[in-house]
């Protein structure tokens, strides 16, 4: 579920960054959650309960 959160975000990144400049700093807001989410699914585990 994480890794598709993290997915999502960084395809919204991505578009954000390339189709609208005019966004400025909450394009790079959803780079920073992607990354966050990214890492506290791998700090997590698998043993951990979906």
Avoid: E, Q
């Avoid at 579920?1 to 390339?18: A, E, K």
């Amino acid at each position: 579920m994480l890794w598709t959160i993290t997915v999502v975000l960084l395809v919204l990144w991505v578009l954000g960054f390339t189709a609208f400049h005019t966004v400025g700093a909450w394009v790079h807001l959803l780079l920073v959650l992607a990354v966050a989410s990214a890492l506290f699914n791998l700090f997590r585990g698998r043993d951990a309960p979906v």
